[in-house]
């Protein structure tokens, strides 16, 4: 049974950072892209970052470009997202996901694995 956690989320001060992790367990997690996901009351599940099986090539949305930083440890399971210069607007519940697809995908659809999501909130 696979399951990915998500952990780390939080309330944070506008400008402040936060690290969330995504541990991974049932599956070969270095056969996997990871990729984060956001979801703001109302919206959309979003596309956020997104990284290769070996941690070699990272994608951002252009949102987050610069300030947030995806990376994964495959001998411990692990994935993570470093959220730096947080704003208001980043605000959601943060999903980790697992891909099969080795090509560059950023579809909900494309993501076999998900995780229950964790809570970031902004505040001003």
């Known amino acids: 049974q696979v399951q990915l956690v998500e952990s780390g989320g939080g309330l944070v001060q506008a400008g402040g950072s936060l690290r969330l992790s995504c541990a991974a367990s049932?599956?070969?997690?270095?056969?996997?892209?990871m990729g984060w996901f956001r979801q703001a009351p109302g919206k959309e599940r979003e596309f956020v970052a997104r990284?290769?099986?070996?941690?070699?090539?990272?994608y951002y949305t252009d949102s987050v470009q610069g300030r947030f930083t995806v990376f994964r440890d495959n001998a411990q399971n692990m994935a993570w997202l470093q959220m730096n210069s947080l704003k208001r607007e980043d605000a959601a519940v943060y999903y980790c996901?697992?891909?099969?697809?080795?090509?560059?995908?950023?579809?909900?659809?494309?993501?076999?694995?998900w995780g229950q999501g964790t809570q970031v909130t902004v505040s001003s």
């Open positions: 049932g599956l070969t997690f270095s056969s996997y892209a």
């Open positions: 996901a697992a891909t099969s697809f080795r090509r560059f995908v950023q579809s909900v659809q494309d993501y076999q694995y």
């Open positions: 990284i290769n099986w070996s941690g070699e090539r990272t």
